[in-house]
T-cell receptor
Framework: GQQLNQSPQSMFIQEGEDVSMNCTSS?????WLWYKQDPGEGPVLLIA?????ELTSNGRLTAQFGITRKDSFLNISASIPSDVGIYFC???????????FGAGTRLTVKP | DADVTQTPRNRITKTGKRIMLECSQT?????MYWYRQDPGLGLRLIYY???????NKGEISDGYSVSRQAQAKFSLSLESAIPNQTALYFC???????????????FGPGTRLTVL
């Protein structure tokens, strides 16, 4: 019940295309976070969302905290080759503040 | 210099051996975390600590122990390593975020552990 279902698992797109990925859960989360992980590195935070309905942008990235607090999406516009990597959603549970991570979306961008 | 460092970066060991992974941070954060990452499973929380005297079990704490030696140091131990503990291990830190929930987590570069 506290697991995050992240989709899609992988994406292969052409440079310049837009990308959308999402996470859903049957549980409510207080915070939604989106991270990117490059090979051999730890995850790096892209966007943090703290309120239901919040829509936040960071350059070409836009993410939203779902109204039900059970989902979030991340959009990347006009993709470029350096967008390649694994994107993880993460949610923070009410009460104990434990974090749960999605399984990741592996993005490949073809020049 | 990196804000969150982990040592070693890579380790190969044998079943039954005791292993310690170390994490240090210069961010001045009170909160520290240990995660493991397995292919297709994302990151799973092992243990976390909100200050030097505070230790909490995470989602998958069995087979692991931790020690918070100082605000800046948080070590993870495998008392008797087994092959299914082969994984990528990440340390993370955070400060206090809005309304008392944890703030942004900053991750170390990871330790790749292989148990034969």
């Amino acid at each position: 019940g506290q697991q995050l279902n992240q989709s899609p698992q992988s994406m292969f797109i052409q440079e310049g295309e837009d990308v959308s990925m999402n996470c859903t859960s049957s549980s409510i989360f207080n915070t939604w976070l989106w991270y990117k992980q490059d090979p051999g590195e730890g995850p790096v935070l892209l966007i943090a969302l703290y309120k239901a309905g919040e829509l936040t942008s960071n350059g070409r990235l836009t993410a939203q905290f779902g109204i039900t607090r059970k989902d979030s999406f991340l959009n990347i516009s006009a993709s470029i080759p350096s967008d390649v990597g694994i994107y993880f959603c993460a949610g923070q549970l009410p009460g104990n503040n434990d974090m749960r991570f999605g399984a990741g979306t592996r993005l490949t961008v073809k020049p | 210099d990196a804000d969150v460092t982990q040592t070693p970066r890579n380790r190969i060991t044998k079943t039954g051996k005791r292993i310690m992974l170390e994490c240090s941070q210069t961010k001045g954060h009170d909160r520290m975390y240990w995660y493991r990452q397995d292919p297709g499973l994302g990151l799973r929380l092992i243990y976390y600590s909100f200050d030097v005297k505070d230790i909490n079990k995470g989602e998958i704490s069995d087979g692991y122990s931790v020690s918070r030696q100082a605000q800046a140091k948080f070590s993870l131990s495998l008392e008797s390593a087994i092959p299914n503990q082969t994984a990528l291990y990440f340390c993370a830190t955070s400060d206090w975020g809005p309304s008392g929930i944890s703030g942004t987590q900053y991750f170390g570069p990871g330790t790749r552990l292989t148990v034969l």
